[in-house]
Structures are given as structure tokens and as C-alpha cells.
């Protein structure tokens, strides 16, 4: 399985952006339909944390408690491909975004090292 993000940049606080990430080597209708298709954020300086995820089946979403409603997770069948609404944009929010999957579902959601699949990540910035 490969994952490729794109869609970060240069933001004003209270923009958006919308990530994707291209999945490869396995479709959506193939895989276990209980593991789940993550994003994480790891800010300079700080760990990186969980910011989103939906599972393979698109049944469940999950947010990290900071999201508050601004962040939407999808994905969409036809292109294999996850997605990641960012609104309301903070400062705060700067950071690199990754997705990550797995063949099997994570012990939690926000386990990182149930993760074995990575994107390069993509790099977002908002500016105050």
C-alpha cells in the first residue's frame, strides 16, 4: 500500500484547505473494513498527533479533541483517495499532515504505531 498527501500550503488564519491522499496498491472495497484510513499533524518542536480518521467501510469518523468541528474527514470510492477538510484555520494548526493506514484496525484510533503504512507528508502554514 502506498499513500501520497498533497494539498498543504500558505493560509491566513481563518482560511482553508482541503489534503488529499491518494491511496495505491489496495482498493477501498478490498480491504479490511474495519481499519481505518488516518491523518496525523506533527507540529516544530512538538510530537505529532492524531487529527482525523474514517475506516476503510466510511461507517465511522474519528477527531482529535482540538479539531472542534472545524476539520472533516471523507473519502471518496472512485479514486481511492482521503480527504481532509480543514476550516477556521488557526496559527496553531501549522504544521506537517501525514496519512496513514493499516491492513488491520488500530488497538485505539489515535495509536500511532498500529499505523504501517505512511504518505510523505504535506506541509500546511497559517499565517496570523
Known amino acids: 500500500v502506498q499513500l501520497q498527501a498533497s494539498g498543504g500550503g500558505l493560509v491566513q488564519a481563518g482560511g482553508s484547505l482541503r489534503l488529499s491522499c491518494a491511496v495505491s496498491?489496495?482498493?477501498?472495497?478490498?480491504?479490511?473494513?474495519?481499519?481505518?484510513l488516518a491523518w496525523f499533524r506533527q507540529a516544530p518542536g512538538k510530537r505529532r498527533e492524531f487529527v482525523a480518521g474514517?475506516?476503510?467501510?466510511?461507517?465511522?469518523?474519528f477527531y482529535g479533541d482540538f479539531v472542534k468541528g472545524r476539520f472533516a474527514v471523507s473519502r471518496d470510492d472512485a479514486t481511492n483517495t482521503v480527504y481532509l477538510q480543514m476550516n477556521s484555520l488557526e496559527p496553531e494548526d501549522t504544521a506537517v499532515y501525514y496519512c496513514?493506514?493499516?491492513?488491520?484496525?488500530?488497538?485505539?484510533?489515535?495509536?500511532?504505531?498500529?499505523?504501517?503504512?505512511w504518505g510523505q507528508g504535506t506541509l500546511v502554514t497559517v499565517s496570523s
Open positions: 496498491g489496495r482498493a477501498f472495497s478490498s480491504a479490511r473494513s474495519s481499519a481505518i
Open positions: 496513514a493506514t493499516d491492513d488491520y484496525p488500530p488497538s485505539a484510533y489515535y495509536v500511532q504505531a498500529d499505523y504501517g503504512y
Open positions: 474514517i475506516r476503510w467501510s466510511g461507517t465511522s469518523t
